[in-house]
């Protein structure tokens, strides 16, 4: 009996120990993605004056529901700062390229960059496209993937200058 | 209840939740149990398919390929076993297939590891004529850099219209020469040179 009790309390304690460790890397990589995020929005200003529209719209992509969070306009660029939520751990990370952006008059902006970080179940990322010369009234976010296809009008509410 | 037995108690709860809040995350060490989970976990977070597999072709147990169609699409997703678990390893978009043309094809070349480079060249035939499709390759010659050797692989083609050349191209460099597509005579009805 004492002995099981002994490697009951070994294993235990190890668990506790092991997994405990785990989910503090665990942690820490989360805290690390989160302020790289926010240091990306930061670097924006390099540009000149940012302005900030919230959207905050859902897309529900076979079951993982993508977000359009925001969007930031600069001289240079507009950035479209997103989640997505999925259902199950691993996998691939979120196709950038089948996010379009179709500005008030029609014109679609061309995509040039993009950065994602993992977060949980999940990820959160950017995704770059030319300056929007008309940033009036509305835009128009597509999801074009394969036989997948959704579209949603945003109008766009100014949030207020920079961050 | 003495208290010994109460911090007992605690500690297994806390070890529970401990193990429970780990795997309830995402883990990028563990992957999936078996091949086909991991294929399936390919396609979901990939947002496509699920495709019809039409193929399933393990290559030297780290290795499995499901080679599948999807509506107009076809792919060759490729899942590979690290530590325990399978991982999604490529291969996973569809190729659109260009029902103008007797075959569409697609390759894929990764260099896994010291001891393998795998070479995947696939595609879908849509010319009902064809019965068989032929790779030709040169590969280096062992003792001699200049001279090359040809090589021909061959398959048939049956009603899932799919193909697939799956090999190990580490110490062969293979450059691929042509894909011929022949009737049930043998005779060749169509030929792609490649450079």
């Keep these: 009996m004492r002995i099981v009790a002994i490697a009951g309390t070994i294993i235990r304690r190890s668990i506790i120990v092991i997994f405990g460790l785990l989910l503090i890397i665990q942690a820490v990589s989360l805290i690390v993605s989160n302020s790289s995020d926010k240091e990306f929005i930061k670097s924006l200003n390099h540009d000149g004056p940012v302005t900030k529209y919230t959207l905050n719209k859902k897309i529900d992509m076979d079951g993982d529901i993508f977000t359009a969070k925001e969007l930031y306009l600069t001289s240079k660029k507009t950035v479209l700062h997103y989640s997505i939520s999925k259902q199950d ?3 691939w990370s979120f196709p950038n390229s089948a996010i379009k952006l179709i500005n008030s008059n029609g014109e679609e ?3 040039h960059s993009s950065s994602s970080s993992s977060t949980g179940r999940g990820e959160t990322g950017f995704i770059s496209f030319n300056e929007m010369n008309e940033p009036l009234g509305s835009i128009t976010l597509k999801y074009e993937w394969y036989d997948r ?3 949603i009008n945003i109008p766009l509410a100014k949030d207020g200058e920079g961050q | 209840m003495s208290k010994k037995t109460v911090i007992l108690i605690v500690e ?5 939740l401990f193990v429970f809040l780990f795997f309830r995350g995402y883990n990028p060490y563990m992957g999936s149990l078996t091949p086909t989970k991991a294929h399936e976990l390919s396609e979901r977070s990939y947002h496509y398919g699920p495709s019809k597999i039409v193929k399933v072709v393990p290559f030297g147990g780290n290795t499995t390929v499901y080679l599948g169609v999807y509506k107009e699409w076809f792919s060759s997703d490729t899942v590979i076993k690290r530590g325990l678990g399978w991982h999604p390893g490529g291969g996973v978009g569809g190729v659109w297939i260009d029902s103008s043309k007797p075959l569409t094809y697609s390759w894929s070349v990764s260099e896994r590891d010291k001891k393998l480079t795998l070479a995947q060249f696939y595609g879908y035939v849509s010319d009902p ?13 062992v003792d001699n850099k200049e001279a090359r050797t040809l090589s021909t692989m061959s398959q048939e083609i049956n009603e899932d219209r799919m193909f697939l050349f799956i090999w190990n191209d580490k110490d062969l460099n293979s450059h691929w ?7 049930q005579e043998g ?4 030929e792609e040179k490649f450079n």
């Design chain 1, 89 to 91: 751990p691993g996998g």
């Design chain 1, 109 to 111: 902006l061309m995509q």
């Design chain 1, 149 to 151: 296809q959704a579209e």
């Design chain 2, 12 to 16: 297994w709860c806390i070890a529970i």
């Design chain 2, 129 to 141: 004529e064809i019965t068989t499709v032929v790779l030709y390759t040169e590969t280096d010659s």
């Design chain 2, 177 to 183: 020469k042509s894909i011929q597509g022949l009737d």
């Design chain 2, 187 to 190: 005779k060749v009805v169509y």
